[in-house]
């Protein structure tokens, strides 16, 4: 039973009425929902799971695995996130059309939102997706490479410095820092970090970002909104301040009834636990009124941002045959049509991680790949010579262990498991390179135990 604030207890009460002790008990009483969203082009079969009706390939697992015993999630096959946050799917698809669009999420680490986005983005659209904490946007980027998101430039920084791109976007994603009462559940530590102060100070907060970064977003632009709390200081009120001060009206988000999502009073919707199976969650969508011209893009180019050889086109090409191809700080990156010039504006204007899809540098000739381009799914099948490994072995090359596959090839290796890419292996005079991240690799131990008894979501396709 969690014990849960007393102040929090009466707000809910306030707020709910006669529902709020069913509410209460479904907190303190009853068990976290566990939900996955598959990545389609990887997995090209769906697991006979329930699904989650709100979300496109998103699905409710029986019961919490040790995920760090599947290679698939380390493979980008799929993402664990909380179900009701996956309403973005549905509020995406409802102002989308098939024209390409620019996207900021503000807020973006550790992925789980961003992936989503990416997963439903008209083709030729660019994501950024922006963390201003440096360790946050490291765990980020992981999350976007695995995942292969490549039309994605990874920012790192405040939200002041992206309201300079004056009417750049299109749409932009606020999931808001904020108190966190949605996640009492599933993490019942953070009942003791809750107060009413921590309230206030995160409205403050975000009210903050909300005005940084609202002269990026063109006119007609959306702007969602989002936090994993249930009060309305940080939910309808700064949904009514937004309008009211910055210039924007609501668009209300469709639902199937049956979804038990709560209209706000009067903007967004809330997911109560109570009645969603989920986590408590809260999402509004805006559409920009106020005016502002959108800023032009430099005619020069960054001077990071260089032609690859012609020389090396031809053999970039036999990889990735549906891409374009610059030299970004000196490595290869590989994207769609109209990247190329949002990467030098956004390069003349903010610190970027990381843009589109890291390919490799040149050494005389030979490529030396980066791990990105063995999860990319745009990698030509047949390009390097594979090597597929059993689950467990596949554990042991996550960890970064030494392994002696059979090969009589020397070079670059594409490590598989069940046909999906983990990484890279370099293979030379009888000898095998290991070229998983160091800073990736998981610390689990592999125990003497039957593969049978390991974790695979494969299992359930």
């Not at 995920?67 to 309403?87: C, K, N, R």
């Not at 969603?276 to 809260?282: A, I």
């Not at 800073?439 to 974790?455: A, G, S």
Request: charged share 20%; with cysteine; proline share 5%.
């Amino acid at each position: 039973m969690i014990k849960l604030p007393v102040a929090f207890k009466e707000n809910i009460v306030a707020q709910l009425g006669a529902e709020s002790h069913e509410m209460l008990d479904a907190i303190s009483s009853t068990a976290s929902p566990v939900s996955i969203r598959i990545n389609s082009k990887k997995l090209k079969h769906l697991p006979k799971l329930e699904a989650v009706p709100w979300c496109k390939d998103a699905f409710y697992l029986p019961q919490r695995p040790l995920f760090t015993q599947d290679p698939l999630i380390h493979a980008g096959a799929y993402y664990v996130q909380e179900a009701s946050s996956m309403l973005l799917d549905t509020v995406l698809r409802q102002i989308l059309s098939e024209e390409p669009v620019k996207m900021l999420d503000v807020c973006a680490a550790p992925g789980g939102k961003s992936t989503l986005i990416a997963s439903v983005l008209p083709e030729g659209s660019i994501l950024v997706a922006n963390e201003v904490i440096k360790s946050r946007s490291n765990i980020l980027l992981e999350i976007l490479q695995k995942w292969s998101a490549d039309n994605t430039i990874v920012t790192s920084n405040d939200p002041s410095q992206l309201g300079k791109l004056t009417a750049f976007f299109d749409c932009i994603l606020v999931d808001a820092p904020c108190s966190g009462e949605g996640l009492f559940r599933k993490d019942p530590e953070s009942c003791n970090q809750w107060s009413e102060e921590a309230v206030h100070l995160c409205m403050q907060r975000q009210k903050r970002i909300l005005a940084d970064v609202w002269q990026a977003l063109s006119e007609g632009g959306y702007l969602i909104y989002s936090t994993c709390t249930y009060n309305s200081s940080e939910n309808e009120e700064i949904m009514q301040w937004v309008c009211e001060t910055l210039g924007a009206e609501e668009i209300k988000i469709k639902v199937h009834p049956e979804w038990g999502f709560t209209q706000g009073n009067p903007y967004g919707l809330h997911a109560f636990p109570h009645k969603v199976k989920g986590e408590g969650f809260y999402i509004a969508l805006l559409q920009k009124t106020a005016t502002n011209h959108p800023s032009k893009y430099s005619n020069r180019f960054s001077k990071n941002l260089n032609q690859v050889p012609k020389e090396k086109i031809s053999a970039l090409k036999n990889i990735l045959p549906n891409l374009l191809f610059s030299e970004y700080r000196n490595k290869i990156v590989a994207y769609t049509h109209d990247f190329k010039e949002v990467l030098s504006y956004l390069d003349q204007n903010l610190y970027i991680q990381e843009a589109g899809l890291s390919v490799g540098t040149f050494i005389h000739n030979e490529l030396i790949p980066e791990h990105a381009l063995a999860l990319s799914n745009h990698l030509q099948v047949g390009t390097f010579p594979n090597i597929l490994l059993s689950h467990k072995e596949s554990l042991h090359y996550l960890r970064k262990d030494v392994l002696h596959p059979q090969s009589n090839t020397n070079g670059w290796h594409l490590v598989q498991f069940n046909g999906i890419g983990l990484g890279w292996m370099k293979q030379l005079q009888g000898r095998s390179n290991n070229a998983y991240p160091k800073n990736w690799r998981i610390q689990m131990e592999i125990k003497q135990v039957e593969e049978e008894n390991l974790f695979s979501l494969g299992r359930f396709i």
